[in-house]
Each structure stands twice: as C-alpha cells, then as structure tokens.
C-alpha cells in the first residue's frame, strides 16, 4: 500500500493492510524527528508552538485514549500521569498541563517518550489481530481518526521546529541545504472563469472526513475568476517594495493594528526584503528567496492586504472548493471564510467532540495543502484553519476576483 | 414629519423637510446628554468606550467633514484642530487622537462643544437654504449618512454611560428610577417553522442602507426553526444556576478562555446571581432582575453557550432575516454569522469608505435592535456587529434549530 | 500668622490661632484649584496621577478620619460612603475604591466635594471652640499632621494637573503664560568643600516632623563635595547632545532598561531636544526651555546617569543634610539613598503608622523642595520620596563627589 | 590545595597551584551538570532562571574573554560567536542575545557546549605554562576573578534546576531522595547581644574580594541583638496559620501588592500548607517539611513581613558583619539594606567594570551563603543582592532587635 493511500484506510481493509497503514504513518513521524536532537525536540519555542517530543508523544496519547482504551478489555496505559502531561485541549477528558508550559518537561526524555511510542504501537498491533470481527469497523474507524490526527501533527512538528530553528542565531537547519528544491521558473497568473450558479460543497462518500467538512449542502456562487496559481514571492516583494505594509489603505481594522503593534514589514522569515538580495529562512536554513516560489508565512491580514493591493479579493472558501484547482502542493491557501459550522453541523461522537466544533469562531479557513502536509492527507473538502494573525504556518494565497 | 421616519430622509424631500430631520436627530443627541454634568460627559470608563462629550463631538466632526467641507464652498471648519481630536478611525481622513486617551480632552470643554455643535447646526441649515439644485440631492446623501451615523452614536452613547455609571460605587442612575419600565409577563417561548429554500437577502429599494448590506443576494437554507421571542432574564438564571459558567461542555474554545480568564459568572451588569434576589445594573439604577424581560448584555460566547445548553442554537444572520421576526425592540440579538463582505460588496465612495469595510475579520453579526435604539434606525437587513467577547452592548440571543 | 509659618503650627498655640492656621491650608487648596473647571477636576491622567477632585475630598476625609472622629464626640460622617472613596491606602481602615478607578468617579460632583470640604471644615471650628482643654493639645497635633498632608496634596495636585494637561494636543495652560517666571541668568556652578566626619541627621526639637526623619542619629561621613546648585536644563541639554540617552555606559542597569522600554530621549515635557529650539510643557503652557533654569521632572535614573556622565555622583542623603545647603526653591533633588527607616525608626501611632513605613522599600530619597511645594512646608530633615522610575514630579539633582 | 580554598588563589601561587585551582573549580561545575540530560540542561523555565548549558557556556566566554583574550597573545576564540550568545549583560563588550530567549539555544549543543570548555580549559592551562612571570600576577587576577564568576553560577545553575524539576508534574529529583540531609533537631532561638558603636565593616587585606565589598570603612551602629540562627520553617509556618498571609499589617506596601497579584501563600516550593502534612520539593525531591530547617525560598516581603510578625526586624547588613554570625551554611540571609555603593566605591576596571555596580538600585543585600553556595566562596563582608521579590533563591532570614 503506498504512503499516499495510507490515511484513507477504510474499515473494510483487511486487518494486516490496517497495520501496514498505521505503521507507515506512525513511523514516517519519526522520521520527521530522526535528525533533530534530543535538545532540538524538548523545547517549545512559543505559546503556539508545541516541542517535537510532545507532538509524538500527544498522538500517541490519542491512539491510547481513543482507540486503546475503547477497544481493548482491560488496556492499562503505559503511564497514568501521561493523560495529564499530553491531552491538548480536550475538557472533557479532565486536567491538563497548561499549553504555555509543554516546553517545560525535560521529563519524559524524548528517550521514554520512543518507548512510549513503541508499546502503544505494539499494543494497537495486539488489538488488530485480537478484536473481534464485530468491534473491528469501530476500531478502524477511530484508528483512521487517529492517523489523519498524527498526520495533521507531523505538519506542525514542521512549522514548529522551523519557527525554534529560526530563533536561533546560529540559523542552524533541519535539512542539508543541498537538499532544499531548485529554483523554479516564474509564469505570469492566469484567471480561470468561474460560472457560479448552485454547487454542492462539502464531503460526500465514504471516505474518511473531518466532522467539519459535512455535511455536504448547496450553496450559490455569482460568476467569479480565480487565479491559476497562488501568488509569488516575487510579487509579494512588489507590494512591500510599493509601501505596502506602510499604507492603511489595503488593510483590515485588526490587520493594520497588528502590522504596527508587531513591527511586520515582510512575511515571517524573510530578511532583507529592503534590500537587494532578500533572504527567507527555510527548513534548510537560510536561501536566497525564489522569487518565483510562492509566498508563505503569510497572516490572512497580510493577504487579505496584498489581494486588495492587486485589485483583487481572496476567494471564499466555496469559491475555492467549487473551483477545485489542482493540489497546491505548496501552501495553504487563506480564504475569506471564518470557520463557521456547515448547515446541520454535527460534531464527532464521544471524546473527539471536542476536535473542531469548540474552534468555530476565531478562525479562517484556509483550503489547500503544503509542502509540509503529508502525502495523502488532504481533500478538496478539506477546511484547514487558523486564526488571521497566524504566520508560522505554511500559509500563502490564491486571488480571486468578480465577474 | 415624525421622528420615527426622519432618519429615512431622501434626497427628495423639500429642503425644509431635510432641514426639520436633521433638526430632530441633531436635537435628540443633547436630550440624551441633557441629565448629565459635564463631569459624567468628560471621563472614558474603558478603551472600548467613549466619553459622551467625545459622541457629541464626533459627530458634530462627521457632518462637517462629510457634507460641509465638500458641499459648502469656502466652508472653514470650526476649529482646524477638532479634526485631529474627533476623528474615530479613518485613516485616509490623516492622524487622530488614540482612542483610550479621549477621556483626557478635559479641553475642549462640553460647553465649547455644544458651541461647536450649534455652530456646525447653522452652517448645516445654511447649506441646506443656498446649495443649488444640483448639488442638493448629492449632499441630501452625505447627511442622510451623517443622521444614520449619530444614531448609532445615540445607543452607544447610552451604552457608554451605563458602563461608566456601574463603575462607579455610588451606583448613581442616569434616569429616575420610577421611569423604569415595569415588570413583565413571561409568556413560553414558542417555536415558529421556517420553510427553508431560496431566500433573497441584503438590502434593496430606495431608502438608506449602510454598504454592507448590500448587495441583495440570493442564498440557500434548509428548513429550520426560530424562537419567536428572546431569550428571557429568568430563562438564563436557570443557565448560571445549573453551571452553565463552570461547564466547559457548553462553551466555544475561546469563549471557555474568556470565562475564566475574566472571572465570568453573569452577564455583565447583573449581581447576587447566586441569592435568591439577583439585580441588574440599568440606567435606571440598580434593578431587581426581570424574570420575565429579555437577557442583556451577554457576549456572544454566553449567548451561545446558552443555546448549547438549550439544546439549539444561534440562528445565522440569513435565517433570521428570512423570518424576519418582529422587531424586537428590547435586544440586540447575536446571530452565528461572521461580519464577512457580502457577494460583490461595495464600499460607500470616498471618506466614507471606511465605514464597514475595514471591520469584517472578527466581529460577529447582530440583528434586531434594543431600547437603546433612537425608533425608525434599523432595517430588517441591518447589520451590527461587534467582538464575540463584548458585553456591554444592549445584546441577547434568540434560540433556533433544525427541522 | 504669614502662610508661610502656618504649618508649623504647634498645640500651644491659642485656638483662633490654630483655627487661622486651618484655614490658610485649607483655602490654599481651594486657590489651586479655582482655574480649572469640573470637568478638569475629574479626570484622571494615568494610575499614578489622582483627578484634583479625588484629592480635595481625600485631604477632607483625612480630617474627618484622624481629627474629627476621634476628637469630636458623636460626630457623624458627612457621607458614610466616602470612606470607601477616598480613602488611599490605609488597610487599617477598611476596604477602599482602587487608585487605578479614581477618574471614574464622575459622582459625587465637584460641587459636592466642594460641600463636603465646607461642612467639614465646619465641623473642625465647632471642635476647636468645644474641645476641652485636656484634649486640645491631642487634637492639634493631630490636626497638624492633617494640614501638612493636605499640603503635601497640593504639592501633588499641581503635579497631577501638569501631567493632565500635557496629554491634552491643545496643550492648555493652567495658568496665564504671563505670570511665567523670567528666565534666568546662568552661573557656573562651584564645588562647596564639605567637611565629613560625625553629624546628627535626623529631626530633632519640638516643631513638627514626619516619622520617617527621626529618631536623629549620628552618622560618619567621608569629606567631600556639594554643588552650590541644582544642575541646569542647559547642562542637560549637554548630556543629550552627547547622545547621553544612547550610551549605557552612564545607566543603572534598571534605567538602561527603562530608557529602552519607554523609548526616553528627554526629561518629561522637554520636546524638541534635538532641535535648536527646545522647549518644556509647564503649568504655564509651552515655553522656550529656560537653560539656567534646574532640569526637572527627570527619574532618579537619569539623575544617576548625568552625574556618572558628568564625572561626579548624587550625593547620599545624609550628605545633603549635613550640607544643608540654601533651600532650593526649585526642584527637589534625588539622592543616592533608599527610603530605608533611620535606626529604631517608630511609625506615627494610631490610623497614620502605615503614612511612611510601608513605602521603606524600592523608593529613593529626594531632599529640598520645588516650585510647587507650598511655603513653609519643608524642613532640612525632611525625606520626600519616589519609585526611582519616577518623573512626573518636580524632580531634579544637584551634583556630588568625593575630595 | 583543599577545595574550600581555593577560591582564594592569589596571584603569589606557583603556576601548578593556580592550575589545580582552576582544574577543581571548573571541573565542579560539571560535576553539579553530570546528573542531567541534556534535555534538562537546555531548557529555561523563566526570564529570571537560565539553562543549565547556558551557564556552563557562560563561565568559559567568562575566561576566554577577560583572561584568554588580554593574556594570551594571537589567542582566537573557539567560535566567534559565542560572543553573542553566551555574554550575560556586558554592554561594553557588543550586542547580545536576549535573556528570555536563552531555552531557544538547542544549538550549540550540549556536547558542543562540554567540548568548548575543554578547549577553554586547555588553553588556560598553557596561558599558565607559558604566560612570563611579568605578567602572571595580572593574569592570576583575572582568572580569580573567573573562578569566583563560576562559582557564583555553580550556586545559580542549583536554583535555577530545582525551579525547573519544580515546574514538571512528574516531580522529578536531581539527586537521590536518600542522599537527602537527615531531620535537624530544633532549638529555642537566643538573642545574641551587641554592643554597637563604631564597627569598620567592608574588605580588607589582601584576599579577593568583589568590587561591591569595598572600600571598607567606619559605621556607627545603636546596640542591638541578633538571633542565634535563622529562622526555621516551623516558625515560619505558624506565621502562615495565624493569617500571616492575609494580614496587609505585616507587609511592605509593595509587598502586599506581591503577594496579593501572585497569590503568594507559603515560601515558594512549599505546598500543603495548610494541612497537616506540609511538603517541601527539593533536590531530592518533595520531602515532608522540616520544621527545624532554616525557611528558604521567602522574599523580602515575605522575610520582613515574619519579621514584624514576631515582634522584630530584619538586621542590616552592618548589623549582620559587625556580628559576624557563624557561617550559617543553610540560606542567604535577607538584610534591611539596599545594595548601595560603599563612600568611595570603585569598581573593577576594564571590562569587568559592569560586574556589580550597574545593580546598586533595586537590589536588597543578603549575607551569609547557603547549601547550594560552593565551599570556599563567601567571606563575612561578602554582599549578594537580589530584588525584594525574587524567592528562587536559597534566601531566607535572621531576626534582629533593637535593645
């Protein structure tokens, strides 16, 4: 089974093809951490950010909690005092360790936290060959939750440890700068027509979804153009090089606040953009910026600035999704959409209630994918969010405009 | 012309009956103002409010910056310097006072101020006497704005002072408390089916609109089903008295933070919710609470944290314009629907065009109306909108749910 | 009596003469005032600025707490609620209105304060004439230590209305820029040689003095030098050109931090340093900077880094005393010394044990007197004192150093 | 060369006495690390603490900078770098990274970190081989001062690890709970005359000494007494059962805003209380309180609140040297005095000028040493300081009288 088909393991695989999934994800998180020190994955290098030892040790906690736990008879946690130390932000699962402190626990080592990893995968292997036939579908079902939530944070382990490595002055880097992508060639936006009219949105089908991508409804759209691409680095530049982050004018109420109260005169990362030759720190270290590259790191105030700069507005997020352009494989893309319940929104059932309904106000929507999404994770349905403030993430934009 | 349809002016009316309406909101701004010193106008309780003094003030600014200065040839404005002083938020219009620093204009005084209003009231009529045929019916629009602009600082005045009199340990009344309206009959709440389907929303016809109703658009909703009156005082007792506040089941993420980050346990105003004699702050003074009379003063993260509990919850701002309930003349109802531009939003022309535009990233819709409201300001399609976290407007709830 | 000998006032003078005394205080209060209308009486300018209102009522409730009801037998507050108004930081006496809230009290009005203070003035006549002799030595000392606190009030009321008025962009002017002073002629300055050895600091004889100047004691000094005059805002203006505020060379390491924190460049109200004509915010409105005028309202930091800059160091407070030099009459001048209690130091009895002791932690001594320190106030002994981070005072330094 | 001695090291050693003096001290440092992970030795786990790899980097630019650099011709530092990193506040010696960011530094690595102290250590070992007799003496200063820098963080590395064991839920210890010291027997506290007078306290002869202690000099002191020994936390304790904790009569103004905004109520590292089983986390981990321990962990609120408490005071620094109490070995001993200059104060020249003299406001003087203060280090005239607040220290205190 390739990794790309992995997180979509449907209950009615075979239990060995289950396995092969759930080991191909667990272990690609791993992967992810082999080159980081054990220093490098203890400390949290903001409140938002969480260290790369918590991030393997939190889904672990989920497949105990979610899976384990439910499913199999007499299952004794590995340590009790972990529900404490790794639940996120579930209330309903009792106390936790404030998120501001995650950085705080030099114990577990990183060393206990590989052993935790390991006897909870060997014990989710136990449950697939010992649970019955009758229990297997709902295990699977929340085994498939599970994955689809490690994979969610094997991309923020990424953008975690690439905003503690960017604190650095040592500017040290994740991966061998000789591996970084090769410059790529710049084409000039094109605007695809949209028709509008009435378009289903939302998940439809078997396959495994977020409880708020449903449920799938009609919405109506007026005619619209998006753009084939999202918007460039290069062209980026330009609209701070026109004064762009000085200028009220292009700017939201909170937006303009917070150019001003942070100092923002560029995307997170970039330096120089005053000069030159404008860098932009990377998951291998510091690189001339690829002009033609697109943009990231970019709050939704910033891009919501840019795209009214360029005459343009950002796409909502069924605009987006009804024009379906093809995997960005780059950024995630902000719409002009808050992370509002779908009519007849109905939350996941049991301890995962919590997972986005609780998030439904504050937040935008972005639609898309990274280069730091794991292959196979996204969906055109897919409703990424984050709050409009937030840069550290892979975040770039995609404009759209009227008809 | 009564003073409920003044603020509709058109740019039709004879020029004595534009005259009559400006009048009589111009007039109505100082009856509000009329029972308090000029030491109550004069002081700022918090960032978010105002000193009633800066109200009238701003206003006053409003009208001279958007229908002197560019319909009044020579115009000179009364002081050169109030335009740096009583300028709220537009930036193109060039620097301005920082908003928590208004309660510090000890000068000018509320004398000169009212002079400055009397004065910028005389120019108003003698434009409206000499501006030719023309031009009038251009500038009839600029102050119809102008009107609709000092309404909204008429409720917000009320809503300012009520904040800065409950700060104050005297509990002093702005109004004699035997003016408080009396009690009220409870009656059931009583469900009301909506058909769902197509509905057209946003404003249309002739008659005054702020730019973000607009345009009219048609959208898709599925059947549900609306309260037919807000949610009472005594029904949100019942809330608090089964937990509600200490309940994190019940909450939004943010909302859960809010609550304990300010020591929530009420809606704002309201003390002794845990005797058997809770009260309520009004401008009336301390009140025993109204069982019977709409909650008030909740945000929108208690609003629908209440509806959660209630097993329904908030309506979007489209099923409620599409049931169009009747006006409710007590509340301001917080609606499930983020302050997003509508499909091919305009911003209004010019200085003016700042008005909405810049607020649609995190505020929430509200729709209805409160007693605080000056009669004939609101429209099926208006549009309100604050912070989920704001308190002290005259703000409730209304439940719905799904067929 | 002269005003300027009133506060001196020992018991053993005859009743009018105590009575005289009273009401020269008192009135005196009232003259500061008298310019400003309610409005400027109200409000207050930051968390450690009182509004002139709050001030003229606090002094009256002092009296009515340590003379009144004490001495007066069934004397009855003028309102019983004004003890949780106005009381400012005695914990003995029960809760009190946060210091923070004080420009929120719109009521009771200035002219309520004005009645209060008259009734209580009243009252304060009645008891002079009607206290029997046994107790009258008891009540005059405590009516002493009442009028020395209200001037100490009036010595912060000009403070606080200074700093008032400098956050107002009209920059109005308590007083008639008329009545400014004439600037002055510069002298050099001269060392005066000083002796050291032993000498008794500290109050000593029967004239009044706060706790905090005794008990007297004898201390050994080294010899050195005084300056015959505070240091000038041209030898200031020096310090700046000498990009003084740049250089950490000169700082304290909190200062140094607090100068890059509050992004200081000047004394307070200086604007324009950096220009050839430089001007000061004074009670009088803006004028030109006076150069042979004492520098003032500049924090104990800045103090320590013009000395260190000028090769010298602010004398102790000890130094100061057993100099005595000419009253100042301008500014008072920082020391070196903490607000540290005198060896066997013993607090006032009674209600007033907590006016000086607990405040014997992170305050600086300043020694002298300043323009706005009423006549007859001060004394050689006496310790005013100051958060060294403070600079909305009449603060200013006179140069030290060792021979 | 006994351990305890050789701090001390003048500069009169022969060369191999001065290298087994810098081989124990530095070689102690690792000793105290050897028990953590890496991970422990990155993390900070506030502003105020710093990483244990912080520290250890630290000392050796310490060395490389005032020792290596002026003594060792064409000698090169190990990473040019380091400079920016590992400088803790030296303002004449360049920019620097900022405190609270000093967790961020999982690079260098710890391993790195070991590497550069050997190459640090090996080079100070031919500077000793090879360094001309000329120049010897002045080097031999410098490196003492180094060594007695590092022992100042051996005693700072303790408090700032037990504050992060502190932090982590699992209560993790640094050394074995059974290495622990065993229960002291308690005794009756006795007042120890003093006769005062005149008392010459500050350095003297020709030992090291910091700059802070000098020069020394004639003090006049009232007779007084001081207690036999510290206080213990048994008496501390029933401070906190009579309400110590909520009685504002006790406290210092600021004090009692302390307490008050940070919910203090028991030494830090105290929990329980209020039950009867009070525990204490350590070292060794959370051991059960030993009441006949001397209190640590209290501020100078919280030392000078006790104080009141019991009818004493706190001594002052000259207090404490004049009596020269024996070597408490237990806790620092909070004093009434701030850290002022001495009359005469000079400090050390060259760079190390900001060692000391930047800190005198502020900063509140403790004398005597603690548990965790290296053998060797402390004289009777040394002065450590810290601000009234901070309680992460080995602080607690020593009562005094007046006779």
């Known amino acids: 089974m390739p990794y790309s088909a992995i997180a979509t393991v449907p209950s009615a695989e075979p239990r060995h093809a289950i396995a092969a999934a759930f080991d191909a994800v667990r272990s690609h998180s791993c992967t992810l951490a082999a080159p980081l020190s054990d220093e490098d994955q203890c400390v949290q290098s903001m ?6 030892k918590w991030h393997l040790a939190h889904t672990t906690w989920f497949f105990e909690t979610m899976v384990l736990q439910p499913f199999m008879p007499g299952y004794r946690p590995v340590d009790a005092r972990y529900a404490f130390l790794f639940n996120s932000y579930y209330e309903a699962l009792g106390p936790r360790h404030p998120r501001p402190a995650r ?3 030099t114990r577990p080592s990183c060393q206990e936290v590989r ?18 036939e009758a229990m297997l579908a709902e295990a699977a079902r929340a085994l498939t939750l599970g994955l689809h ?5 094997q991309e923020l382990l990424l953008t975690d440890v690439l905003h503690l490595l960017s604190q650095n002055p040592l500017q040290p880097a994740l ?27 939302g998940h439809r089908g078997d396959g495994f979804a977020f409880d708020n991508e449903g449920p799938a409804h009609p919405v109506l759209l007026r005619p619209y153009q998006l753009a084939d691409r999202p918007v460039s680095c290069g062209e980026f530049l330009a609209f701070i090089r026109d004064g762009g982050y000085r200028n009220p004018q292009w700017w939201l109420s909170d937006g303009w606040a917070t150019v001003n109260a942070q100092g923002w005169n560029a995307p997170l990362y970039w330096a120089d953009a005053d000069t030159a030759e404008p860098t932009q720190f990377t998951l291998h270290g510091p690189r001339p910026l690829d002009l033609a590259e697109p943009v990231r790191h970019v709050s939704l105030y910033e891009a919501a600035a840019y795209a009214a700069w360029a005459g343009a507005r950002l796409p909502t997020e069924f605009e987006w999704e009804a024009a379906a ?6 950024v995630w893309e902000w719409t002009r959409s808050a992370h509002d319940p779908y009519p007849g929104f109905q939350p996941f059932a049991g301890a995962a209630a919590e997972y986005n309904g609780k998030f439904m106000m504050g937040q935008v929507v972005l639609r898309g994918g990274s280069v730091a999404t794991p292959p196979g994770h996204v969906r055109p349905t897919y409703r990424n969010f984050f709050p409009p403030s937030a840069r550290w993430q892979f975040s770039g934009l995609r404009l759209a405009r009227n008809l």
């Open 47 to 52: 409140p938002d950010a969480s260290p790369v």
């Open 103 to 105: 950085g705080l626990l």
């Open 115 to 132: 052993q935790y990893r390991e006897a909870v995968d060997n014990a989710i292997h136990r449950l697939l060959h010992t649970v019955d």
């Open 149 to 153: 939530h490690e994979q969610q944070h």
């Open 175 to 201: 991966r061998p700068p000789a591996d970084a992508p090769a410059a790529r060639r710049w084409t000039p936006l094109r605007w695809l027509d949209q028709p509008g009219g009435e378009a289903v949105v």
């Open 325 to 330: 352009p093809p995997a960005t494989g780059d």
